[in-house]
């Protein structure tokens, strides 16, 4: 096999390869447990503040300390729920200002 055939063969492989990385994490579901028990919701707009006086207008995953995401990102990881991506515009009762 010419080298040009065997990278021929291997680009479908690459491509998938580099779609599952580009894939982000599944979106926290506010009905897990863990988003339950820290007031997840995804807009932050529509927080119960008789529940979270805490909350104040303005906070957000996006302005969190602990989001991971990138500015633009549809979602980004947040160390409170391994394995899934929470929502810029989203808020739990976890957050901390970003400094
Ligand atoms: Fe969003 Fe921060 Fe709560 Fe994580 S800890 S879900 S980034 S508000």
Known sequence: MTSRRRFISLVPVLGAATLARAQAAPLVDPKDPQ????????????????????????????????????????AGPCPLYAGKSVLPGAWCSAWVKRA
């Open 35 to 74: 988003a339950q028990a820290l007031g997840y919701t995804t807009e932050a707009t529509k927080v119960d503040k008789a529940k979270y006086p805490k909350y104040a207008a303005g906070q957000s995953c996006a302005s969190c300390a602990l989001y991971q995401g990138k500015a633009g990102d549809k």
